[in-house]
């Protein structure tokens, strides 16, 4: 069965940082471009960042531009994101998808999904 | 950076009747190899979101045929022929042509 799980998610105060994790089983995940999308709560989705098979090509959301860290180990089947100078508005769930390659390493369908980490910045 | 816009906000439908979302995005989404980048997403209470459409009107795999997708260029339509009460949730529209990746703002569905 194909299985994205997220973990690492929590509590923190503003300023402060966290790592979330991205296993993958059931499928290879260095067959995939990776992203990373959140949802704050009773709010839509929204876009975080996107890393390419190898790692080579990354993007981010400018909410987070020069704050949060996208990358990957194939090797481990698993994607990350540190998360760094974390404020209020950041609080979301937040969720690795896995998105089929298409004519270049960012267009292409996310078809799976992990069931989402939450992550909360309060005082 | 591209805008994806979706109408209505919600919408309430009698069970076996269709439905019809907008998603219309500030830029083109057909790109130079021939396929538009414009995919369907449905959020169901409490789960991830999970993929309907790609590429305007290719049905992912499993999903009923009740499910359609339509548009080009800038102006897109998912329509759902006759609802069914587990068509309830959100409704997104996605835009990969170009980076930053763009939802829509999403659309509510419910049954009367």
């Known amino acids: 069965e194909v299985q994205l799980v997220e973990s690492g998610g929590g509590l923190v105060k503003p300023g402060g940082s966290l790592r979330l994790s991205c296993a993958a089983s059931?499928?290879?995940?260095?067959?995939?471009?990776m992203n990373w999308v959140r949802q704050a709560p009773g709010k839509g989705l929204e876009w975080v960042s996107s890393i390419s098979v190898s790692g080579t090509f990354i993007y981010y959301a400018d909410s987070v531009k020069g704050r949060f860290t996208i990358s990957r180990d194939n090797a481990k089947n698993s994607l990350y994101l540190q998360m760094n100078s974390l404020r209020a508005e950041d609080t979301a769930v937040y969720y690795c998808?896995?998105?089929?390659?298409?004519?270049?390493?960012?267009?292409?369908?996310?078809?799976?999904w992990g069931q989402g980490s939450l992550v909360t910045v309060s005082s | 950076d591209i805008v994806m816009t979706q109408t209505p906000l919600s919408l309430s439908v009698t069970p076996g009747q269709p439905a019809s979302i907008s998603c219309k995005s500030s830029q083109s989404l057909l790109h130079s190899d021939g396929k538009t980048y414009l995919y369907w997403y449905l959020q169901k209470a409490g789960q991830p979101p999970q993929l309907l459409i790609y590429e305007v009107s290719s049905r992912f795999s499993g999903v009923p045929d009740r499910f359609s997708g339509s548009g080009s260029g800038t102006d897109f339509t998912l329509k759902i022929s006759r609802v069914e009460a587990e068509d309830v949730g959100v409704y997104y529209c996605?835009?990969?042509?170009?980076?930053?990746?763009?939802f829509g703002g999403g659309t509510k569905v419910e049954i009367k």
């Open positions: 059931g499928f290879t995940l260095s067959s995939y471009s």
């Open positions: 998808a896995s998105q089929k390659v298409g004519s270049t390493w960012y267009r292409g369908y996310f078809d799976y």
């Open positions: 996605m835009q990969s042509i170009q980076l930053p990746l763009a």
